[in-house]
């Protein structure tokens, strides 16, 4: 998978913060796609079809985590390297157990995303 | 003439019966003619000769003569029959008319008759023959002798009867056999035997008893050898010399000694020997002879006497013994320490008392008569000092056992001061108890926490008014039931658990719960239990004291509520700033414009700053309202620490990070707030030593405790500031203060975390050469 362009799915309530990483990723030369919510998630994954996914942990009444399960016990999808991020430090734990494959704080360092971003791409099948 | 004729007549016939005394004189003066013995000329001459005869003889002798049996005695037959004896009652009377009855007709009739009928003289001795003498019936033991008399013609014409009363003979010897027989049943009941021994000869008598015992039954003489075998060994040596003693003329010819002998195994005997030895003229000895007297029994006693007497003696108890109306007669040296002079064997047992118990004592006395042990306690009076003493005191009667009569009152006492002095502390303790017991009810009804006790089986025994009315129930419907009824379903679990478990250890316990209150509505309640013990330090239940807490529940929840929203409002944002922060730097940040670059360099930093403000924040109002809350994991550790190194890296790529030591361990501990208190670490030793790029990372593993030590090459920390680190708002300050900004509450959130898990932390540091913080943990698993 090294010489395709990775498609990057961000979900993320926050207009601001969707932006900005479309931006980056624009920067870096990756393909981006972006959801706000989490209604109809899987049949939007389904649609996209994304490399790796990158997920805020509080979604405006929905929890992420739960749709990181879904997707991990999905044989169609658990290949997926997803990316949590979360402005709770303590909420950690609670995406490993859900099978996210990366944490990321909130605010963050771009290094650090790139670099986990950079870790996900060689994961992918 | 005829006178003198008379006279010559009569002096012809005189002499045919000659002297004879009173009975000579009686059978010459008798007018024989006008008898049918007919006159005394035609007698025959063998009767005239024996009747001359038998009045000389000092024997007595009674003559029966012809068919009639007819009576003739001498004088010395005489005292046989009486005092004042009319001599012609019987000189030639029958003998049946005299001797009338039994006497003639059983005893001396069928004789006579059996020597008339030709047989040969007999002799009948010491028969005895009751006879009416000196005016009454006496009995009289008499000798016969009965021969036949023959007259001129051959024929047998009388009985001769020598008679002799031997009435004195026969008394004395049945005096002397009562004698022997009394000796002998005296030596039998006194278990006595008898022994002699000639030592010249060496010969050893004894009874039956003295071989019995010496084992020597059957022989007919003993040996001296075999006789001193049987004493036990250790008190042969004592005899034998005690025996020389006695052989000795020059000493004391007395023998008195008391020893064992055993003649079958296992049966000791217990025996006092006395005897005497007989010298003769030489000084030689030649008898040696005395009794052996079977003294177990008395021994036995002796010995259980003398202990008893020991035991009165030394018995710290008082003992008295008195007659039935309490005059003492005996008492022990006890009874005199505790009762003083007073005792005597005249006193009575009621003047030794307290008057106060005087009439109980004797009323005491009295139920004692009628057959009754009692035991009370008195107080006995010491009449030299006058102190009281308590004691326990018994009283019983002792019994003459044969009579079953009481022969005395035993009285004993032991001294029971201790006993009271103890009962008068509890009684004292028990009211001061209740006072305190009424004195906590007051308070703990008119408080306004929950107060509850409950005994050892967890049932409640006291709820107190502010319960009572939260609950809207009564004290009657809740004492010796539970809470149980009032708890949130989802509690009670959880309560009964640790309730259960608490009284097994009798531990104090904290615990959280929800409880129903008078309007339905579920409360939180925070409630300790505290052990309860008796007096002797038994386990009695517990106390429990709970507060209402659903306010508090709900501004937590609240504030929790505000927690979360605060991390992620501010947080949105920043994180959007600081995103597009990096971007513009990744754009511009490395191009000819250093006013740009620098800008945004600033701005980032300025708002890495501000993130790092407000976690700290955050973390800071989380630790007010009830702290930080761990969640434990057990994870490895190395993976872990690479992870948060490479992280650093990534942020801070300026530094290195040389890590040492042994990293294969399993840890149990948060792992998030670990991973904080490491960052924390890292990025001081990055913040307080921009000059030194290396940072060194140390693990070590000691005793199952982990310790990782962050140490810097920086401006170091004063040595008494060392501790203050920790504080909250501390910050150390460089030698330009504005390089260094920061609350500084980073390391005293740290240091809570590394306290929760029980953990130490702390640094060691040179000012001007650098700092090493660590931290230990205590629950490494291998």
Known sequence: MKNKVPKILIVEDSENILEMLELMFEIQGWESAKLKNLNDFVDHVASIAPDIILMDMLLSGANGCDACRTLKSDDAYKEIPIIMMSAHPEARTETTNAGADFFLDKPFEINDLISKIETAIEMIP | ?782
Not at chain 2, 307 to 314: A, E, P, R, V
Not at chain 2, 618 to 637: A, H, N, P, Q, R
């Open chain 2, 1 to 782: 003439m005829s006178k003198d004729l008379t006279a010559s007549s009569e002096s012809i016939h005189i002499p045919m019966i000659f002297e004879g005394g009173l009975m000579g004189e009686a059978i010459r003066n008798k007018d024989w003619k006008a008898t049918v013995m007919g006159d005394i000329k035609q007698w025959s001459p063998q009767l005239i000769t024996i009747l001359n005869t038998i009045i000389s003889s000092k024997f007595p002798y009674i003559l029966f003569w012809g068919d009639e049996n007819r009576c003739f005695i001498n004088d010395a037959y005489l005292p046989s029959l009486g005092l004042e004896f009319e001599i012609d009652r019987l000189l030639g009377v029958p003998a049946h008319i005299f001797w009338e009855g039994d006497v003639w007709d059983k005893v001396a009739g069928p004789e006579i008759a059996k020597i008339k009928n030709g047989s040969q003289a007999n002799w009948s001795s010491d028969e005895l023959i009751p006879i009416v003498r000196n005016g009454r019936i006496e009995d009289v033991y008499w000798t016969y002798s009965y021969s036949p008399v023959r007259d001129k013609l051959g024929n047998i014409g009388g009985a001769l009867v020598t008679v002799m009363e031997t009435t004195d003979k026969v008394k004395n010897f049945s005096a002397l056999e009562e004698s022997r027989n009394q000796l002998h049943f005296a030596m039998e009941a006194a278990n006595i035997a008898t022994w002699e021994w000639r030592p010249k000869e060496n010969i050893l008598y004894g009874n039956d008893r003295l071989k019995k015992w010496f084992n020597q039954e059957g022989t007919q003489s003993l040996d001296i050898e075999n006789f001193l075998a049987t004493i036990i060994d250790s008190d042969k040596s004592r005899v034998k010399e005690a025996m020389t003693y006695a052989l000795d003329p020059d000493t004391s010819p007395k023998y008195d000694i008391i020893y064992n002998i055993v003649n079958e195994p296992g049966k000791d005997r217990v025996v006092r020997a006395q005897g005497m030895v007989y010298f003769d003229e030489n000084r030689i000895a030649t008898r040696f002879n005395g009794v052996i007297q079977d003294i177990t029994k008395q021994y036995e006693i002796e010995v259980e006497q003398k202990k008893l007497t020991s035991l009165f003696q030394y018995s710290s108890e008082l003992i008295l013994l008195t007659n039935q109306k309490g005059i003492i007669t005996g008492y022990n040296p006890a009874a005199e320490k505790y009762l003083g002079d007073i005792v005597s064997n005249e006193t009575n047992i009621l003047s030794c008392l307290h008057l106060a118990d005087k009439s109980e004592a004797r009323e005491i006395l009295r139920e004692l008569s009628s057959g009754r042990e009692l035991s009370m306690e008195l107080r006995f009076i010491n009449n030299i000092d006058l102190t009281a003493q308590w004691m326990l005191t018994n009283f019983s009667q002792i019994i003459e056992e044969s009579t079953g009569k009481i022969i005395a009152f035993a009285v004993t006492g032991s001294n029971i001061d201790a006993i009271k002095e103890k009962e008068h502390l509890l009684e004292k303790i028990n009211a001061s108890l209740m006072e305190s017991e009424s004195r906590f009810k007051r308070l703990a009804n008119n408080t306004p926490a929950f107060i509850v006790m409950t005994d050892v089986s967890g049932k409640l025994t006291f709820v107190n008014e502010h319960w009572l009315a939260f609950l809207n129930t009564t004290k009657k419907e809740l004492f010796g039931s539970t809470l149980d009824q009032y708890l949130h379903p989802q509690d009670l679990i959880i309560y009964k658990k640790t309730y259960e478990k608490a009284i097994k250890t009798s531990s104090e316990f904290n615990l959280e719960y929800r409880i129903k209150d008078k309007n339905g509505m579920y409360n939180w309640i925070s409630s300790v239990g505290v052990p309860r013990y008796d007096v002797d330090g038994k386990f009695d239940g517990y106390t429990n004291a709970a507060m209402n807490i659903n306010e508090l529940k709900i501004q937590e929840r609240q504030k929790d509520l505000f927690i979360g929203m605060a991390s992620h409002e501010l947080n949105t944002p920043v994180t959007s700033i600081k995103g597009y922060v990096q971007l513009l730097n990744m754009k511009y940040g490395k191009g000819d414009d250093l006013f740009l670059s620098k800008t945004l360099h600033t701005i980032d930093s300025q708002i890495s700053l501000l993130t790092g403000l407000i976690r700290d924040l955050l973390d800071l109002s989380k630790m007010k309202s009830g702290g930080l809350k761990l969640d434990k994991t057990t994870f490895e550790f190395k993976p872990f620490l690479h992870d948060v190194l490479e992280q650093q890296e990534i942020i801070n790529p300026d530094h290195t990070y040389k890590l040492t030591g042994k990293l294969k361990v399993n840890v149990k501990a948060d792992k998030e707030r670990l991973r904080q208190v490491l960052i924390n670490f890292l990025s001081n030793a990055v913040k307080y030593a921009p000059e030194s790029k290396s940072i060194d990372v140390a693990v070590e593993i000691e005793n199952k405790t982990l310790t990782v030590s962050v140490t810097d090459y920086g401006i170091g920390i004063n040595k008494s500031n060392e501790k203050k680190v920790f504080k909250r708002f501390f910050r150390e300050e460089g030698s330009d203060e504005k390089t260094f900004p920061g609350f500084g509450i980073g390391l005293f959130i740290a240091a809570d975390i590394i306290k929760k898990h029980r953990g130490k932390i702390g640094v060691k540091s040179a000012k001007g050469k650098g700092s090493t913080f660590y931290f230990s943990l205590p629950s490494i698993i291998n």
